[in-house]
């Protein structure tokens, strides 16, 4: 049973930031790629960012490019997720996955296993 969690998540301010951990058990960590996604209040699920097995190639989505920095580390098995210069906008449930492949990729049906969810609130 793979087992995939998140923490790190949290309330701050507007401006602030936060990083997020993810750990993917029961599976190889560096065989494939990992994404986070986000559903905000009352919207469906959206990608927020993925990065190769490698670490090789990142994409981010438009709304938090330059703000938020994917990465991870294959010898600790963990992936990361820096928020800076977080907004309201920002408050969601954050998601980590596990992807299909070696290669990134922003949809989320590429994704196999998914954490529960880590709950981000930004305040005015």
């Known amino acids: 049973q793979v087992h995939v969690a998140e923490s790190g998540g949290g309330l701050v301010q507007a401006g602030g930031s936060l990083r997020l951990s993810c ?17 905000r209040p009352g919207k469906e699920r959206e990608f927020v960012a ?6 090789g190639y990142t994409a981010y989505a438009d709304s ?38 070696l290669d990134a990729d922003d949809a989320a049906d590429r994704y196999d296993y998914w954490g529960q969810g880590t709950q981000v609130t930004v305040s005015s």
């Open 50 to 55: 993925t990065i190769s097995w490698n670490g």
């Open 23 to 39: 750990t993917v058990s029961e599976r190889t960590f560096s065989s494939y790629a990992m994404g986070w996604f986000r559903q």
């Open 64 to 101: 938090v490019k330059g703000r938020f920095a994917i990465s991870r580390d294959n010898a600790k098995s963990f992936l990361y997720l820096q928020m800076s210069w977080l907004k309201p906008e920002d408050t969601a449930v954050y998601y980590c996955a596990q992807g299909r492949t």
